[in-house]
């Protein structure tokens, strides 16, 4: 639950593109679709797909923190105000 959550923040925030948030929170809500199928001990045709969003969107994270950065500008803007 915690992923949707940063995922809000960073579509909220103006130094992220929004598109990471939404990624950020699809891959929180994958982790929620992973922990329900777990609990219920379901095995369908969907099971385990889950996980490769989360991967997706920790990853799209992960990456886009470590080439691009935060837009300083916007961030001082943000912390100015």
């Keep these: 639950f915690a992923l949707v959550l940063e995922g809000w923040l960073v579509f909220r925030a103006r130094y992220f593109p ?7 929170m699809l891959a929180g809500g994958c982790y929620l679709v992973s922990a329900v199928e777990f609990f219920l001990n379901l095995h369908g045709p969907a099971a385990g797909w889950s996980m ?4 997706a969107g920790e990853a799209a994270m992960a990456l886009w923190l470590l080439i ?11 912390a100015g105000a």
Excluded at 18 to 24: D, F, H, K, V
Excluded at 68 to 78: L, Q
Aim: charged share 25%; no cysteine.
């Design 68 to 78: 691009a950065g935060v837009d300083e500008a916007r961030w001082r803007e943000a």
């Design 18 to 24: 929004q598109w990471l948030g939404a990624l950020y």
């Design 52 to 55: 490769y969003g989360s991967f």
